[in-house]
């Protein structure tokens, strides 16, 4: 079997049952007059990341391997969105308020819509959720089951919100996780390195981390 060279220690790669899953990569959290924005944070933390982003999936995609992208969005009429999440934020600009790309974290909307550079190819699944984890309320988790997927590499943002929360629902029904350093990115860079060292700690507690550069060369011997 191959291994990445990972932290805590070396990933056991099953080139088999690997899927790379990119979470959120959308102008909601990237570009100005999205829901990130509106939150008060800066977003062009989010788009220095997207070329990284983009070698990790033209690795998988080359290596002829599955990509799944999500998407956090909600139904028009709101019914998928808690009070508990509507009321958070700038109370101007809320989920489902009308926003210079159309409604705030909308489906269909153009601000909702995952970054051209990273948009999905004909074939791969994506995945609409209303939570921070991509397997609540969503067919991820019979989706990976019927195509025999045992492993996960993240990426996306944000590390310590939808990714971290991801991995941990992921850890939770069995798969064996590990993030891309620099193909993930927070709002605050605090924020960024913790996750990274909750995720690895104990004994990759809730998986692995590892950097692009050793990932993509680990796929690549496999
Ligand atoms: N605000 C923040 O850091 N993240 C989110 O609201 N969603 C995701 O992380 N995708």
Known sequence: MEHI???????????????LVVIDMQRDFAEEGGFGASLGNDVSRVAKIVPD?????????SAGLPVIHTMECHRPDLSDLP????DRGSPSLRIGDDGPMGR???AGEPGTAILPELAPVDGEVVIEKPGKGAFYATPLGEILKERGIGQLVFAGVTTEVCVQTTMREANDRGYECILVEEATESYF???????????????????WTASLDDLLEGLHRA
């Open 5 to 19: 060279k990972a932290q805590p220690f070396a990933f056991p790669l099953k080139r088999d049952s690997i899927a």
């Open 53 to 61: 982003v983009k070698r990790l999936i033209d690795g998988f995609r």
């Open 83 to 86: 009070p508990a999440k509507r």
């Open 104 to 106: 705030i974290l909308i």
């Open 189 to 207: 860079p605090e924020f960024k390195a913790a996750a990274i060292e909750m995720i690895r700690a104990q004994g990759a507690i809730v998986g």
